[in-house]
């Protein structure tokens, strides 16, 4: 714990204890745009799932994103469906990195931390998104981070270690994932060779091209996989494998606050959200699909609520996009989740007696709460992981096995059932 923080840590215990008790039936209960008989029935398979990861978003991350956005007594688009429930994060440690809380999610079983789809004996486990490939579906990964990062590799890659990133590059092409869309160019290409993306630019003049296996991005076009750098470009892409690399490593910068920190990613989230759905949708056998917003997680490492909370509402565009699809297609699956929590926020009332800590870990705000004259506080605890639960909220077919409180494993197993897939991994 911090020095100066023991006050902002009671004030987390006694927020989280609140959305563990009373919170999540809030989410479960919110109103919904979805009547009753829009409602799947619970023996309808998913033919299609996208699953949302808020990477680092808490059940207090998703308030402050929910007051900041539509204010009190609305609901986010992620938190308006049907169905809530509590994931416990921890890998084989209490408190989990990305790499082993997505290979929980993925493959089913706990890891160590910075494995990516291998158990704690390095053995390799089949994937949900392989299992969804081998019955005949189209997959893909979309992300604000680098496409090789440990969120998205976890579906498509087996490496002991996460920093394995051009070997995980390899891997998708092999694994022959239809849509990849991102950040990370640098690991596409080897050292000398720039790409699209400047080597040393100045906004952070340590990125260049790294890659350790070769002109991956040339090997893809090889096997089919049309390749665009920029919004333009993604916009006019045809159907079929499609690459996108937007940044040499995340698509975002941060850093301190007013130190460089920026989220204006060239190609938005809710951009690479409707393409993706749209390229994979052509399958008539249905599709997987995981979307991640790494921003959350980022901003808050450096305890920045402001670009915290901007990345979230960007987040929530992009649900509101797959909710719209799954209107029209009754037989899709929407989820809406997180790995794990990081910083421990607390949302606070404006308070000038209130400590708020020092460093980066000063309270943030005020911010306002729409048409209202109320504004508040996102006080921090810490910039690393957390091992507090987080919401999952869930609407459409199959919806109704997300409910209640379960590990981070269970997460494989509940998307396989509402698939109909085989658990054979």
Known sequence: MKKGKRIGLVKVSITMATI?????????????????SERPSSKQKAKNVILFVGDGMGAAHRNAIRLATVGLGKELAMNSMPYAGLVHTSSTSAVTDSAAAATAMASGVKTNNG????????KPRKTVLEAAKAAGKSTGLVTTSQITDA??????????????????????????????????????????????????????????SKGTEGDLVNKAKKI???????????????????????????????????????YDPTVSLPTMTEKAIDTLSKNKKGFFLMIEEEAIDEMS??????????????????????????????????????????????????????????????????????????????DWTT?????????????????????????NTYIHDALLKAMNIENDS
Not at 20 to 36: C, H, R, W
Not at 388 to 402: K, M, R
């Open 301 to 378: 490492h450096e305890n920045n609520a402001k670009q915290m909370i901007k990345a979230g509402q960007q987040l929530d565009k992009s649900v509101s996009i797959a909710k719209e699809y799954a209107k029209k297609h009754p037989d899709t699956l929407v989820l809406v989740l997180a790995d794990h929590d990081c910083g421990g926020i607390s949302v606070e009332s404006v308070d000038s007696q209130d400590e708020s800590g020092d460093g980066i870990s000063k309270e943030d705000g005020p911010f306002n709460i729409p048409n209202s004259k109320e504004d508040f506080m996102i």
């Open 115 to 122: 494995a990516i789809g291998v158990d704690a004996n390095k």
């Open 383 to 407: 910039s690393g992981h957390t091992a507090v639960d987080v919401p999952l909220t869930a609407t459409g077919s199959g919806a109704e096995l997300f409910k209640g409180t379960y590990e």
């Open 151 to 208: 969120t998205p590799a976890a579906f498509a890659a087996h490496v002991q270690d996460r920093s394995m990133q051009s070997e995980i590059a390899k891997q998708y092409l092999e694994n022959k994932v239809d849509v990849l869309l991102g950040g990370g160019e640098d690991y596409w290409y080897p050292a000398g060779t720039e790409g699209a993306y400047q080597d040393y630019p100045a906004k952070d003049t340590t990125e260049a």
């Open 20 to 36: 563990l008790t009373l919170g999540m039936s809030g989410i479960a209960n919110a109103k919904t745009d979805e009547s009753p």
């Open 224 to 262: 089919g996989y049309q390749y665009v750098t920029n919004a333009d470009q993604l916009k006019k892409a045809r159907s079929g494998r499609l690459l996108g690399l937007f940044a040499n490593e995340e698509m975002f910068e941060q850093r301190p606050e007013g130190q460089g920190d920026l």
